[in-house]
């Protein structure tokens, strides 16, 4: 029959599996005009799953590397700031010393080394500082704090000894118990003289020995004296003129010179015996004149440079000192009589500074930012680098010498230690600079910002296209909605259509 034609077509136009799905649709789009994307899984996305993924999996990636360049930076900003800092402070305190003489006070010591035991702390500060639990000059032990506190590290805890006493054991080794810097001074003949340093590596040795005029024979010994590295016979063969000198050059323990210059003056004339002897009535009694103006000037430089350099020298052994690689001291009951070098075996306890990672790679390297595929950056540092090692050595030295006013020596043992400290401060030579940490860092810093620009621009054109495939736009959705609304009306109307339908009313 037509009407069973007519009502098949009708119906199925209308069937209910149709309004099922299309309200589904219709849902669905509903859902992405709220939340702008176009499916809830990757499946849904059909022969578009795999770009998602793909696009999803690099921005994972690029996520990652720029949350590493952002610590890593916040980490280099504030390391650059410490460095800088301590630079700061050692080229003030290098300036002190140039710039400021010795005044005398009743503490035995100057203002610029009041000033320096204040920049001794913060130094420890700056190379103690911590973000989120990480030690940031602690190498690759980023857990363990790096330095030890200002008191422990000069003056020694649980019966380990700090700086005060290894400077103090390494100026008696090399002042020798008679105060002449180990030297054997003595006269062969009432006319000559005899002297010669000691082959061990404490005390003076013997650069050069001259003297002027035709009076004062100066000849080295040959064979050496046993036990010695150099010797030397002074000779008065005929009265010296006044203003004829004895010039005794001595190297020091630190790399550094000291001179003892004699001049010859006229019998009865006053002077410093340190520095001139008196022209006697014979041979004899001006070779024994001259004899106890070199033992003056000698122990007048033991006193002064020799000290100085005694304490450069201990400074910087106790501070290359580390867990794995105590500093080295001078062995032995009685450093006056020392003769062994230094070691850190069989000797007193000392306290070990520096506690960090102390392997012997690049600083830089104990903490590694990967910041693309092929590329990492180091953005490490120890506190036991050598930079800070040398500042922390003559911020430590100032604060442990003193100088007191009533001892004739203060001035010039002053001058002496205020002319190393200015110097080391310097970091002249190969010494590394704190400069050459800030630039590594800055270097740091730059790879960092160029990585995280580049991945900047990258994630953006990922995101766009990402966007394209995974999210949807409200007039394209509204479009879609407007389109189904109009369906899902004229299906409604056709069923209602249907449902009025009879034979009464179909004839």
Do not use: C
């Not at 007519?6 to 992405?32: C, E, H, I, M, N």
Request: hydrophobic letters at 35%.
């Amino acid at each position: 029959m037509t009407i069973t034609a007519y009502g098949s077509g009708a119906y199925r136009s209308a069937k209910p599996d149709s309004f099922v799905s299309s309200r589904t649709q219709f849902d669905d789009l509903q859902r992405q005009l709220a939340t702008k994307e176009r499916s809830t899984s990757y499946g849904d996305l059909g022969i578009d799953r795999r770009v998602s993924l793909d696009l999803n999996a690099k921005l994972s990636s690029l996520d990652g590397w720029l949350a590493g360049i952002g610590l890593a930076d916040v980490n280099l900003k504030l390391m650059s700031g410490a460095v800088e800092n301590f630079a700061k402070m050692a080229t003030e305190s290098r300036n002190d010393m140039r710039s400021n003489t010795y005044l005398a006070s009743s503490t035995g010591q100057t203002a610029p080394q009041v000033l320096a035991q204040e920049k001794f702390k913060q130094t420890l500060d700056l190379l103690n500082s911590n973000v989120n639990g990480r030690y940031l000059f602690s190498g690759r032990t980023s857990d363990t704090q790096p330095a030890l506190g200002y008191d422990e590290i000069i003056n020694g805890s649980a019966g380990k000894d700090g700086l005060r006493q290894v400077i103090e054991e390494r100026r008696k080794a090399d002042l020798g118990s008679d105060g002449l810097g180990r030297l054997q001074l003595g006269m062969e003949t009432p006319e000559t003289i005899v002297m010669s340093d000691a082959d061990h590596g404490y005390g003076f040795k013997f650069d050069s020995v001259s003297a002027t005029g035709t009076g004062i024979a100066v000849t080295p010994q040959t064979p050496l004296p046993a036990g010695t590295k150099a010797a030397f016979s002074v000779a008065v063969a005929d009265q010296p003129a006044p203003g004829d000198k004895v010039s005794i050059t001595l190297d020091l323990p630190d790399g550094t010179q000291a001179q003892v210059t004699l001049t010859a003056r006229a019998p009865g004339t006053t002077g410093s015996d340190a520095d001139s002897f008196e022209i006697g009535a014979d041979l004899a009694t001006t070779a024994a004149n001259l004899r106890n103006a070199i033992g003056k000037g000698i122990e007048s430089a033991a006193q002064t440079s020799l000290s100085a350099a005694s304490s450069q020298v201990a400074a910087a052994a106790f501070f290359a000192g580390s867990t794995g690689n105590p500093p080295v001291r001078v062995p032995g009951a009685d450093p006056y009589t020392a003769t062994a070098d230094p070691t850190n075996v069989g000797v007193r306890d000392t306290v070990i500074w520096y506690r960090g990672d102390d392997a012997a790679d690049s600083a830089r390297g104990t903490a590694i930012v990967q910041v693309d595929q092929g590329q990492v950056v180091g953005t490490g540092a120890r506190a036991n680098e050598e930079a800070f090692r040398v500042g922390l050595a003559q911020f430590g030295i100032m604060a442990v010498e003193s100088f007191p006013a009533d001892d004739p020596a203060s001035q010039a043992r002053y001058d002496a230690m205020a002319e190393r400290v200015a110097d080391r401060l310097g970091f002249g030579g190969t010494t590394q600079k704190p400069a050459e940490i800030i630039t590594e860092l800055g270097s740091a810093q730059t790879a960092l910002a160029g990585a995280k620009g580049r991945h900047q621009s990258t994630k953006d054109y990922l995101t766009t296209t990402l966007s394209g495939v995974q999210n949807v736009t409200t007039e394209e959705v509204a479009t879609q909605i407007l389109a189904l609304q109009t369906q899902l009306q004229a299906s409604y109307q056709v069923t209602s259509m249907l449902s009025k339908l009879s034979l009464t009313n179909y004839l």
